[in-house]
């Protein structure tokens, strides 16, 4: 039925295109699907960590111009066989976690206490909401209006840490204003 | 305003079939098992066809599809006999699918549609899952969430989504959060994955874990055979070390090796010619002081302290490389042998060696005596008394053996002095006086002579020999009686050379003892010593020495051939003790292995421990929350119970895989999390019901009647279950039902954080407790039913459990169908307005006719189930067979995926069998009484949440009953698919659907008890017949279409007051429609009610 993909887009090409809406967009092609004229691009990873990368699944129908800036013959390398499980318990984590701060958001945190749960969520992922409160290791404990001086728990490196954590986003504020 | 929201809403009901697909086709296209892959396209290709064949002969013209669902929904219920006809082809068409699903089973590859053909495309997509992505639409608006999958036709199914503002000032809140969301390629112009770690999923087939994960099967714990480890090499590595610390050869030995074997003649020479030159020896009385001085000089030389220090580093102080540097400590062996080695080893400076040369030269005059003294040690016992009477012979005697131990240190240098001395004793022979002398230096000269006359192999040297003794014997008689100046001068000589043989005399020992006992060629020499003596004393000794000359060779052999068995024999004891010592050290070698399989023992028995109080902790929470208020802390105590579990099976299993991936650890921990929320829950709630009676006292008013008139109910429940042979599958259910219960109240906590901010976060809590125990206990009690199987008892919950879980699938749809519609509503909320009103008046009167008939059905499908299990094990073998190899591959994943999830899930597995099994009448009442009290809180909250007004409340009690008929319908869906249902499709499909089903099996309870007292007499006569099973399988089809026509009446009501007023109708209606026998009735009605909706 649909032409083989090898015929319109070779994979591992340079691809640059323009959508409908002037938005320009550019990355390696990866995969690409005649039938529902879907192009799969592989580009620098937003957050600029090497060993990872951003997909932009294009639909060509609201392309208004490709080009190709790299072609590439070579034959595509082998792909690699999956865990299906542990990407179902990924989405299924990132959902938690998800809703788990849309219930703080609702609950009436600061925009302080959320950025404050996104920088220790980078350093601890054992982090969580209760209510107002954020929970690190199920021993640290910050109450609003999340300050060094409402942490409280368990004498450790986690309580140090967090506390640390802490006192350089009030510092590099202070230094801000 | 009305026709372009019409198809938003028909887009919403095709959305929940696309996604089961995708979620059903994804693994075999992905990297499913074969047996996997087998039976999952079959499901997958039942599913689509279902909503097209019964649309397709309804609206066969219809060109929108939406339009088309409207039309055949409305057909449906404008005209209710058609209704029933259709019914009947619809179970057709669905035996006329599963047909074409048996004969698609050998081909898979042709069932494969759309994008699934795309390897390339589905393994970039299926990587990206679980990645947070934003989804750009067409009319421009930007959407961010999970990626959940796609279907065959590149439908994306997102979760967790919302609407991107412009501005985002902050994350989103949880009522702008859809829970899943599905956009049509067509629609779809962008969709950014971020931050994707293609290497995440990556099966790792290298890792202990990975190979540990793999080798399991069936969820059973094997730990690897261990063998014992023999050390037969030992022998021959100890018997070469031992070889190794013998000191080598003896160069002679070595020289005469060579020669024999290689043919190699050295051109050594021991007088070393070539590098230094020998001293004229003179009997001038000049060369005498000479000598004396050199021996003084060197004397107080040696006795300097630098000396001594010099020469100490030189031996490194008697200790050997091997005691300095190593950290093994030899015991006798290792003493002895560096000593020895060290003392043999010991470096002479060449100033000594060459002083040796010329005192070596001396001593021979001297040593001429001296030998004999030596060989003569064990013999001075007697010779000292035959000298005791003569004084000066005595001290002459000793004067000998003073250089006579010296010289075996000087026996090299003294041959050269030999062979050089032969010549001069030749000429000196001719003189009288020194006849004496002549006869000492006739005597080395033999030595030399028997030795080269070896090589040339002559006759001549043999009569010189004989010549010689008989002038020797001769010369010296003559020489001792005649010149008595002679004599006085030979004691002056001796007396001088006892101060040095004194002083030596210390030294000397340690040596010579030494000497003696590795170098038994020595020995040899000495033998000749003995001969010099006997000549001397007297004729007849004269006459035994030659006897003894004769019997030399043979000895000196016999001494020769001694040196290697006895070092051989030492090697071999050595070797057997080192052997010994190998299989001391092998003993402590089999203590740890013992003691590591000991630790795994503990370990294994240990992991039934923690399951057993993971278990226990469930079964205990669930009853005391509902019965009483202390029951709270002791549910937390439990918890903490359970953390300690893991943790320690956690830090156990870090222990032994150390290459452990990083994930597994987070697993766990966040496993941990989860399970100590759940018990942290009842606390909140206790907490939350009295704040709600307290805020409103009019709807506490409302709310504690209804909480009175259900318990009744429930009591009654269990009572009538109970002595029923369905009661026990029905309980073994009832732990799934209670699960979905807490994501229920998930559900409903947004409403009250709207009003009740402290009261929600706890809620949030059990959401995310909920989220995560169903999916535990969906995935870890089917693998744990396997095992019980043999029992007879426990056999029967066990294929009924497994039914339980596969309702999660069909379940899924219409929570999709229902959720979505909700959710939407709240973002589009005119639209869902306009749209409901023409529905409204419609749905208002069918809505509890129809209630009551999905009620009804429900019961009638969990009896159809029953009995298609009961006759499977017992009269079908093969129907058994495929059961197993269904159940086989399924813990396999779910293990290999979740290793972690599963050690806390088996200790539940294990518990909950026995508790079942154990406490099955008690399980039973306290389960419903724990639904009902939970199911009648989270009404009243949404009532107040929502709206004020007394009659609000009647309608969310309806809300409540439409969830339930969606839950009963899903599981009646189950029976199909299970034939043929693939595992890893299950897998995936477990968790959303469970999430979404919280509400509705919160409501379950309430509708279960009067559905199972109104069908009491009906589930018999179905069994009785087997007519019975057709039409179980016929109502489900049509449920599906009921539940559908249900969410939108549930949706009007929540939307217009006026809906209030006969929501309150409907709550009589379905008790008393329960004592009427008449299931079809119902049915009938709704559908009546429809043309008036049509006609307004």
Aim: with cysteine; glycine share 8%; aromatic share 4%.
């Amino acid at each position: 039925m649909a032409a083989p993909p090898g015929e319109y887009f070779s994979v591992g090409s340079q691809v640059s295109c323009r959508t409908c809406q002037e938005q320009r967009l550019q990355g390696e092609v990866v995969a690409f699907d005649y039938q529902s004229k879907m192009l799969a691009l592989k580009c620098p990873s937003s957050s600029g960590k090497p060993n990872h990368a951003d997909i932009l699944l294009i639909n060509l129908q609201y392309v208004s111009e490709v080009e190709i800036i790299n072609d590439r013959t070579e034959t595509p390398p082998p792909l690699a066989s999956l865990n299906v499980s542990k990407l179902a318990s990924k989405a299924r984590t990132e959902k938690e976690e998800k809703l788990s701060q849309a219930y703080a958001i609702s609950a009436g945190v600061s925009l302080e206490g959320q950025q404050l749960f996104q920088t220790i969520h980078k350093t601890i992922k054992d982090c969580k909401w209760q209510e107002k409160n954020i929970v690190v290791m199920e021993e640290v404990v910050i109450t609003p209006p999340y300050q060094v001086e409402n942490c409280k728990g368990k004498e450790g490196s986690a309580l140090s840490h967090v506390r640390k954590i802490i006192g350089r986003r009030g510092l590099k504020r202070w230094l801000s204003s | 305003m009305l026709k372009p929201q019409p198809p938003q809403q028909t887009s919403q009901p095709q959305q929940p079939p696309p996604t089961q697909q995708a979620v059903a086709r994804r693994p075999p296209g992905g990297t499913s098992p074969p047996n996997g892959g087998l039976p999952g396209p079959l499901p997958a290709t039942a599913a689509p066809p279902g909503p097209p064949t019964v649309v397709s002969p309804c609206l066969g013209p219809a060109a929108a599809a939406g339009s088309g669902l409207r039309r055949g929904a409305e057909s449906i219920l404008a005209a209710p006999a058609p209704q029933q006809h259709q019914e009947r082809p619809g179970a057709v068409a669905i035996g006329s699918v599963r047909g074409q699903t048996t004969g698609k089973g050998p081909p898979q590859s042709p069932v494969f549609e759309g994008v699934y053909n795309n390897s390339r495309m589905l393994h970039f997509l299926t990587a990206v899952v679980g990645s947070t992505c934003d989804v750009k639409v067409k009319n421009g608006t930007t959407y961010e969430g999970i990626f959940k999958t796609l279907s065959s036709k590149f439908e994306l199914a997102v979760d967790a989504v919302h609407r991107k503002a412009s501005e985002p000032a902050g994350g989103p809140r949880r009522e702008d959060i859809v829970d899943t969301m599905v956009f049509k390629p067509s629609d779809v112009l962008l969709v950014h994955f971020r931050n994707v770690d293609f290497n995440y999923a990556t099966k790792d087939k290298f890792t202990d874990s990975a190979i540990a994960m793999n080798s399991k099967v069936n969820g059973e714990h094997k730990e690897k055979v261990l063998q014992r480890w023999e050390g037969g090499d030992s022998n021959s590595d100890d018997y070469d070390l031992e070889s190794d610390m013998s000191n080598g050869w003896d160069p002679n030995e070595m020289f005469k090796f060579n020669e024999e074997n290689y043919g190699v003649k050295t051109t050594y020479d021991s007088s070393l010619s070539s590098y230094t030159v020998p001293l004229e020896k003179d009997n001038s009385e000049e060369f005498r002081q000479r000598e004396l001085r050199a021996a003084q000089l060197a004397r107080e030389i040696e006795s300097s302290p630098q000396y001594r220090l010099r020469i100490a580093m030189e031996n490194d102080d008697g200790r050997t490389e091997e005691e300095k540097h190593s950290a093994v400590q030899r015991q006798g062996s290792g003493r002895e042998s560096p000593s020895l080695v060290s003392r043999e080893g010991k470096y002479i400076p060449l100033p000594q060696r060459v002083r040796e040369g010329p005192r070596g030269g001396v001593r021979c005059s001297s040593s001429r005596g001296g030998r004999p003294g030596l060989s003569s040690l064990p013999p001075r016992g007697p010779h000292h008394l035959d000298n005791s009477s003569p004084g000066p012979g005595s001290e002459a005697r000793g004067i000998n053996g003073g250089p006579s131990r010296m010289s075996p240190k000087a026996q090299r240098p003294l041959r050269g002095g030999k062979t050089l001395s032969s010549p001069n004793n030749r000429p000196s022979g001719e003189a009288s006086v020194p006849p004496t002398s002549a006869v000492g230096r006739m005597y080395p000269p033999r030595s030399p002579k028997s030795a080269a006359p070896a090589p040339v192999s002559a006759s001549c040297p043999e009569p010189p020999i004989g010549s010689a003794v008989a002038s020797s014997a001769s010369i010296p008689v003559t020489s001792s009686v005649v010149d008595p100046g002679a004599g006085s001068i030979s004691p002056a000589s001796p007396k001088l050379s006892l101060a040095p043989t004194d002083v030596k005399e210390l030294p000397t020992k340690e040596p010579s003892r030494s000497l003696e006992a590795q170098e038994l060629a020595r020995i040899a020499g000495k033998v000749p010593g003995l001969q010099n003596e006997q000549k001397r004393f007297q004729l007849e000794e004269l006459r035994k020495f030659g006897a003894q000359f004769k019997l030399q060779p043979s000895s000196s052999s016999e001494t020769g051939l001694d040196p290697f068995p006895s070092r051989i024999l030492k090697e071999e004891a050595k070797g057997k003790e080192k052997e010994v010592d190998g299989l001391l050290t092998s003993d402590p070698m089999g203590s740890p292995v013992s003691s590591k399989a000991e630790s795994i023992l503990d370990k294994e028995d240990k992991v039934p421990l923690a399951a057993v109080a993971g278990s226990e902790g469930p079964e205990q929470l669930q009853p005391p929350c509902p019965s009483q208020t202390g029951s709270p802390p002791v549910g937390l105590i439990k918890g903490d119970d359970k953390e300690e579990g893991p943790v320690t099976e956690q830090v156990k299993k870090s222990t032994l895989n150390p290459n452990a991936k990083e994930f597994n650890p987070t697993k766990p921990l966040l496993s941990v999390n989860k399970s100590t929320s759940t018990p942290t829950s009842p606390g909140p709630r206790t907490h939350s019901t009295p704040s709600i009676p307290v805020l409103t006292a009019g709807q506490s008013g409302l709310y504690s009647p209804q909480y009175i008139s259900y318990i009744p109910q429930i009591h009654m429940g269990p009572a009538v279950q109970a002595p029923q042979m369905y009661p026990y599958p029905v309980s073994n259910s009832v732990p799934g039902q209670q699960g979905k219960y807490r994501g229920a109240k998930g559900s409903l906590p947004p409403q009250r954080s709207d009003q009740h901010q402290p009261a929600s976060a706890p809620p949030m809590m059990q959401a995310a407790a909920a989220a995560a125990g169903p999916p535990l206990v969906a995935a870890t009690p089917y693998s744990s039913y396997i095992p019980y199987n043999p029992q007879q008892f426990p056999g029967q919950p066990a294929m009924m459990q497994p039914m339980a879980h596969y309702p999660s699938q069909p379940v899924f749809a219409p929570m999709l169908q229902s959720n979505p519609r909700m959710l939407t509503s709240g973002s589009h909320p005119q639209a869902i307005v306009s749209s409901s009103t023409p529905q409204y008046p419609s749905a208002e009167q069918p809505t509890p006719q129809a209630l009551y008939a999905t009620v009804h059905q429900s019961y009638p499908h969990h009896a159809t189930q029953l009995h298609g299990h009961q006759p499977q094990p017992a009269t079908t073998p093969t129907g058994s067979q495929p059961q197993s190899q269904h159940a086989a591959p399924s813990p396999v994943q779910h293990q290999a995926g979740q290793a972690p999830h599963l050690g806390s899930g088996q200790p539940q597995q294990n518990l909950y069998h026995p508790g079942a099994l154990t406490g099955t009448p008690p399980s039973l009442p306290p389960g419903p009484s724990a639904q009902s009290p939970q199911s009648s809180f989270p009404q009243p909250a949404a009532v107040y949440a929502i709206h004020p007004h007394q009659q609000l409340p009647h309608g969310f009690t309806n809300m409540a009953h439409v969830t339930q008929a969606h839950v009963q319908t899903g599981v009646t869906a189950a029976p199909p698919p299970h034939p043929g249902a693939p595992h890893p499709p299950q897998v995936m499909l477990l968790h959303p659907p469970q999430g979404h089903g919280g509400p509705p099996q919160g409501a379950v309870p309430p509708s279960g008890v009067p559905a199972l007292s109104a069908s009491t007499p009906s589930p018999y006569p179905y069994i009785g017949h087997p007519q019975g099973e057709q039409p179980g399988q016929a109502p489900g089809f049509p449920g599906g279409a009921d539940d559908r026509i249900l969410c939108r009446v549930g949706r009007s009501h929540s939307r217009r007051r006026q809906g209030l007023a006969p929501g309150s109708v409907l709550c009589f209606p379905p008790s008393s429609l329960s004592c009427d026998p008449a299931a079809p009735l119902p049915t009938a009605s709704p559908a009546l009610s429809d043309p008036d909706c049509l006609l307004t």
